[in-house]
């Protein structure tokens, strides 16, 4: 790889450490320590969409610590990061996945009340907090119902 298509950074000991324990876990050898830092990215990317503040907040926490293990103190960035912000990331991530069931939840009670247009809407304002496989499943039922809706119609004007 050319040098304008690369960086090269600096990580701890620890850091570096967890990098490789994580290419183990994968039980890949074909797993980069590029390919690991791009998973904790894209994490990094969906929290800072969703919490900003708390990614600034370990991001300002790592820097402290980094500069407390530079005067000597021994520290372990990452063991000291997920002690101190495990609680907030996971209240956070199950928060977001109640609003995920609840949202599902609201979205097929209103399918099963007749109101499609307002399950859709449901459906497409929250499109990011539901899995493609649901979001599949809950546009099925939608069209589905619009069938049947349509084909009530019908028989009500027949007659």
Known sequence: MGEEKSKIIRVNID????????KK???NDKVTYA???AVGMVFTKVFLEQDPI???NIGNAAKMLRLKRK?????????????EYREQILRKSSKDENVRKVVIDVIEILLDDGHI???????????????????????T???ERQVQLKHELM????T
Not at 71 to 83: A, K, M, Q
């Open 71 to 83: 005067r000597g103190e021994p520290v372990n960035i990452l063991d000291s990061l997920v002690e």
């Open 35 to 37: 390919d690991l830092i």
């Open 54 to 56: 708390l990614v600034r």
């Open 155 to 158: 028989k009500t004007e027949k």
């Open 25 to 27: 876990i994968f039980g």
């Open 117 to 139: 247009e307002a399950a859709t809407d449901l459906l497409f304002a929250y499109r990011s907090l539901i899995d493609e496989a649901q979001f599949k499943d809950l546009s």
């Open 15 to 22: 850091e570096y450490n967890y990098l490789d324990n994580l």
């Open 141 to 143: 039922k939608i069209l």
